[in-house]
């Protein structure tokens, strides 16, 4: 059988939204599923990550398609615009972006779509695609796969690593106002009516998107979390140690940081350890690996002075696992914004998976609820209160390294075990007959 997977991100653009897709493609063979996959050639991304094409087997297809969106270093430059400017430029400048924003609906990724309509339809017709397997974000790929899926007679799954309307709301570039709203509403409810199933990285978000859309959306939610592969900590284990054990503790973080992950409230209980205890300052460290947005940037610069913070940007896969297996504390942050309890953060299961201790502050919702399942002492609870969060701190740096033993539970976020799920969706959709 053979499934065709229309994902506009693809290794070896990086990022965890691209390891969900990349680790399904990883074991639908195994499974008795052939890949093809359909990716822009020239993504408007900030990372990419060779390592992760390492991981795909040899003969899956990989055909790529260009897109019309400017580059990502274009569009920065265009937000940020030139400090020289006079303010009705600037003023001027804002309101064209703006306009553009409002054009370019539900996602600027719309402009890979002329390039890519009439590969697709090839592609379904040349190679007797049976199913079509989207991904979003970007949703717009949501969009035109149903629709061409539908014109072509193939059932299509679409999946949602991120919940649509939560990522209008929050993400700092996307269009605001009733009209974007209105939109994306509209494509959603389109989409989720076209679509034969739809997958989902955590139960929230399926109820969320049942409840928009409740008779185009009836039996057709499933839930296929994010996960871990086995394959990845393979190897990895003892020797990768902290580089100063027993003298200084090392709080790891991976993944971007922006306003639904803010790590200032984490900061400033630092912050307020080191006045009270100025000569255990030495022995914190703290390690932020992923992209950094300006207003999280500029508040963790002004903290270096205080204590150890490391902005090291985004590595390779394989170096993030071997950080995350060293390290003594993993930390974990979502703030309290609407929807962020809907939200699991694809990194807890490799956290989960390397056997570290996860420092946490996270609201009640999804994360919690798996946190709340691990064994006593895996996960330690950041709070507000500045007593207790003294004693947190002189915890950690008086036991720095603890290891901890994968729980058989883990073993339904395995990466084989989830692809396992939705290949069963697959089969279900050609009425068994895969």
């Given amino acids: ?42 993504p408007s991304v900030p990372v990419f990550d060779n390592s992760l094409m390492d991981d795909l087997p040899p003969e899956v297809k990989i055909v790529r398609t260009k897109t019309l969106e400017p580059s990502y270093q274009v569009k920065e430059a265009l937000v940020k615009g030139s400090p020289d400017k006079s303010k009705w430029k600037k003023w001027l400048s804002s309101k064209l972006r703006s306009f553009i924003k409002a054009l370019l609906l539900p996602d600027p990724q719309i402009l890979w779509w002329p390039c890519t309509i009439w590969q697709m339809f090839k592609i379904i017709k040349k190679e007797k695609v049976d199913v079509v397997f989207a991904t979003a974000p970007p949703f717009s790929v949501l969009f035109f796969s149903t629709i061409l899926g539908r014109l072509c007679g193939v059932p299509v799954v679409i999946d949602f690593r991120d919940e649509w309307v939560f990522a209008r709301e929050t993400l700092e570039q996307t269009a605001k106002g009733w009209w974007p709203r209105f939109f994306d509403q509209f494509m959603e409810r389109l989409s989720v009516g076209l679509c034969t199933n739809f997958t989902a990285a955590t139960q929230s978000y399926v ?33 990768n140690s902290n580089d100063n054990p027993g003298e200084i503790v090392s709080i790891v973080y991976v993944g971007t940081v922006w306003k639904a992950t803010t790590l200032k409230p984490f900061i400033d209980s630092i912050n307020d350890f080191v006045k009270d205890n100025e000569k255990l300052a030495k022995k914190i460290r703290v390690k932020i690996f992923g992209r950094v947005v300006d207003s999280e940037k500029d508040y963790l610069i002004s903290s270096q002075a205080r204590f150890d913070i490391q902005l090291l940007g985004y590595q390779p896969h394989k170096d993030i696992l071997k950080e995350l297996v060293a390290a003594d504390t993993l930390l974990l942050t979502l703030t309290d914004l609407p929807g962020a309890e809907r939200i699991i953060p694809g990194k807890l299961f490799e956290y989960l998976a390397s056997g570290s201790r996860i420092l946490a502050d996270v609201p009640s919702g999804e994360t919690k609820n798996i946190l ?39 073993e339904v976020y395995s990466r084989r075990f989830l692809t396992k799920r939705l290949v069963d969706v697959f089969d279900s959709v050609l009425g068994g007959k895969a």
């Avoid at 691990?374 to 950690?396: A, Y």
């Fill in 1 to 42: 059988m053979k499934v065709l997977v229309v994902a506009h991100y693809f290794p070896p653009v990086g990022g965890a939204g691209v390891q969900r897709t990349a680790k399904f493609v990883k074991y639908m063979p195994e499974l008795g599923w052939d890949p093809i996959v359909l990716a822009a050639e020239n």
């Fill in 207 to 239: 109820t969320s998107i049942s409840a928009r859309h409740q008779k185009q959306s009836r039996g057709k939610g499933i839930v296929i979390t994010n996960g871990f592969d086995e394959d990845d900590f393979s190897g990895l284990g003892a020797e």
């Fill in 372 to 410: 709340e399942k691990c064994p006593k002492g895996r996960v330690l609870w950041l709070t507000r209160d500045r007593e207790s969060t003294s004693r947190l701190f002189k915890k950690l740096i008086g036991c720095p390294k603890l290891s901890f033993a994968q729980a058989p539970e883990i």
